[in-house]
């Protein structure tokens, strides 16, 4: 009896403590992430929700349910389910922020995009996927040559990478955009400083004119008060003439010879 009672108190025990595992977590996770590694993220969904609803704590259940949300572009979803997990990542930080990032990025947000990429690559200095993703993110805000530098860090850290080829192509052609805005930009500026000088010497000769104009209408208006004056001066002496011959001529008051007589012939 005393066996049958031990034997009979360990498989009770046990039964406790098969009771007080979360097994029903741990079967929804296990039977997700079967579904999920056979792209089949539609039925995953339901086991994936289920798992982090028991765990709350479970990081994997959260990453491969974020990948899901993705797949099924729900990626605002996405987007809350990374963000849920990120402080409890632990050594899977870097990770969760680099789908974080990618998660963003689907969203077409590169900022906070190349944030969360640039978190990933804090809590891991080697994350080559993270420098290629934040120089992706780069490229899109239009900062080129941190993309640049990106994209090479990325070729260092994953020299065989299958990427390789296509990674250098765009790294000489930003190279050549950067000499094409070199270009336009020198453009522009001998452009901006012909048009100065046109300016300054459409002033010039603005100023060369009205100097012409005003030296030319003094001019006229000497010459025109030179002959106003001459003219005054030419009526003047007139005038004085008239008066002065004025002076020879009878007023009628003398006396007149009297020619009544006959005359008389020699």
């Known amino acids: 009896m005393n066996g049958l009672t031990a034997v009979f108190r360990g498989f009770f025990g046990l039964f406790l403590l098969i009771l007080v595992i979360p097994a029903g977590a741990q079967s929804d996770f296990t039977r997700g992430e079967e579904l999920f590694r056979q792209n089949r993220p539609q039925e995953a969904l339901r086991f994936l929700e289920s798992a ?3 765990d709350p704590a479970h990081v994997q259940a959260f ?41 963003y990025f689907a969203k077409g947000d590169h900022v906070l995009a190349r944030d969360y990429y640039t978190q990933a690559i804090r809590e891991d200095p080697s994350y080559a996927s993270a420098y290629l993703n934040r120089a ?32 250098i192509k765009l790294i ?59 003219l005054l001066q030419e009526v003047t002496e007139s ?14 008051t003398e006396d007149v010879q009297d020619y009544d007589s006959e005359f008389e012939l020699e």
């Open 136 to 167: 992706n993110a780069l490229v899109k805000n239009g900062e080129l040559a941190d993309a640049v530098a990106d994209y090479e860090e990325y070729l260092s850290l994953e020299p065989g990478s299958g990427k390789r080829e296509q990674v």
């Open 52 to 54: 982090v609803s028991e």
């Open 172 to 230: 000489a052609f930003i190279r050549e955009e950067f000499a094409a805005v070199d270009r336009r930009r020198i453009m522009a500026e001998e452009a901006a400083r012909a048009a100065e000088l046109a300016r300054v010497r459409a002033e010039e000769a603005a100023r060369a004119e009205a100097e012409r104009r005003r030296i030319e209408a003094e001019e006229a208006a000497r010459i025109e008060a030179e002959r106003r004056r001459r």
């Open 239 to 252: 005038l004085q003439a008239a008066a002065e011959d004025s002076k020879g001529l009878s007023a009628g």
């Open 63 to 103: 990453m491969y349910l974020g990948i899901v949300y993705l797949q099924l572009s729900r990626v605002d979803d996405a987007i809350k389910a990374y963000s849920k997990i990120l402080p409890r990542g632990g050594d899977e930080t870097a990770k969760i922020a680099f789908n974080l990032g990618n998660a």
